[in-house]
């Protein structure tokens, strides 16, 4: 199946209605994860619309559909700060949704961005690679939000994580701001079972529309390059976001 027949672009009223849908669908796909395989691996991603959306996640009625037992939960990147620091996506997951359901810690696993940035891949890809153990290395879920240059988790236009090919995990720099991040690479984002690229308000429209009108991968814009080998990738976007895509694409309105 190609890349075009597994792509699913939602448009939803605004970010409210947005963000519960997302809810639900990263709950579902959690749910048919544990139903067919026994446990569910999530990369989660930083963000407002999916802090707003893990809010939803950590609350009534959606935290008890959720299996949280056989849940392990990953991060597609983490700033170069410490857990404290109010710019650590794992300190804005451990507000919003860890500290409402009851996952095992255990089952938590962070980048640890007060490491060297270098040491803290290795480390990261050294626990990837023990939590599935002999499983197949493969997300069921990743959720990734896209920036105004088409960055996704911290790979960004004109840097080396672009190209990486082997490594799991590695330093990523922004081009414009001054701390390091670490970040998972495209050889694990785009082996997942299910991608989830959210988008929200006018400010996303012009990279929205860039991305789905852009054929062929391009490294000037990263969020090309999410395709799913064997997975499906669902954009689930706002009216706003919306407003600019060429109407040769089908848009499913909600």
Not at 54 to 68: E, F, S, T
Not at 157 to 177: F, M, R, V, Y
Not at 212 to 222: E, S
Request: hydrophobic share 40%; proline share 6%.
């Amino acid at each position: 199946m190609s890349v075009e027949q597994r792509l699913l672009v939602t448009a939803y009223q605004d970010a409210a209605d947005l963000e519960q849908h997302a809810a639900k669908e990263i709950a579902r796909v959690i749910t048919t994860a544990i139903n067919a395989r026994g446990v569910c691996f999530v990369a989660l991603s930083g963000g407002e619309t999916p802090r707003q959306v893990y809010r939803h996640l950590g609350a009534d009625p959606l935290k008890d559909q959720v299996n949280w037992n056989k849940v392990h939960l990953f991060f597609s990147d983490e700033r170069a700060v410490p857990p404290s620091d109010s710019q650590s996506n794992y300190g804005m997951v451990e507000r919003s949704l860890l500290s409402w359901v009851g996952i095992p810690r255990s089952h938590v696993h962070r980048i640890k961005g007060e490491m060297d940035p270098s040491l803290a891949a290795n480390e990261y890809e050294t626990e990837l690679r023990a939590a599935f153990g002999d499983k197949q290395l493969r997300f069921d879920l990743v959720l990734l939000g896209v920036g105004e240059d088409g960055h996704v988790a911290s790979i960004f236009p004109g840097t080396e994580a672009l190209d990486e090919q082997i490594a799991l995990a590695q330093p990523a720099t922004h081009p414009q701001q001054t701390i390091q991040r670490i970040t998972l690479t495209f050889p694990i984002i785009n082996s997942a079972r299910e991608i989830l690229l959210l988008a929200s308000g006018k400010r996303k429209a012009s990279i929205v529309q860039r991305v789905l009108g852009t054929a062929t991968p391009t490294p000037d814009l990263p969020a090309t390059m999410v395709r799913p080998a064997e997975g499906n990738l669902h954009w689930m976007i706002d009216r706003d976001a919306a407003s600019q895509i060429d109407p040769t694409i089908r848009v499913i309105l909600h």
